[in-house]
């Protein structure tokens, strides 16, 4: 198994409910329909570690059978949907977006 981690930042506080809105009924329906996911889980982080802030406003997880399964997604129009979706949310709200991918360590 493969998996795809997007972390965002937080919008400003007024753009708090926009951006969730935009979030919840545009990028992720967006982001779930690439061909290939497994499964998408996203997260609005509220707390760090041990009471700690935590450095990320939203994670969202993209699980895909094998790296090669998500490289071949990334070349679908879905994917650039995706990623166009994205931009334009950078754009509107002046939030980050940090993209990381890797294997998961099965029974570890």
């Known amino acids: 198994m493969y998996k795809l ?5 937080a919008p400003k506080p007024e753009d708090v409910d926009a951006f969730e809105e ?12 690439v061909p290939g996911l497994e499964d998408i889980v996203t997260t609005r982080t509220s707390d760090g570690f041990e009471g700690g802030a935590t450095p990320h406003y939203r994670v969202a ?3 895909f ?6 490289a071949q997604s990334a070349q ?16 509107r709200f002046g939030v980050s977006l940090t993209v990381e991918s890797g294997e998961i360590d099965a029974g570890a």
Request: proline share 5%.
């Open 5 to 9: 981690y997007a972390y965002w930042s």
């Open 61 to 63: 997880e993209m699980t």
């Open 76 to 91: 679908s129009p879905e994917w650039a949907e995706m990623r166009q979706c994205s931009g334009d949310i950078i754009g």
């Open 22 to 33: 935009y979030y919840r009924t545009t990028h992720v329906p967006r982001a779930a329909a």
């Open 65 to 70: 059978a094998s790296k090669e399964a998500m």
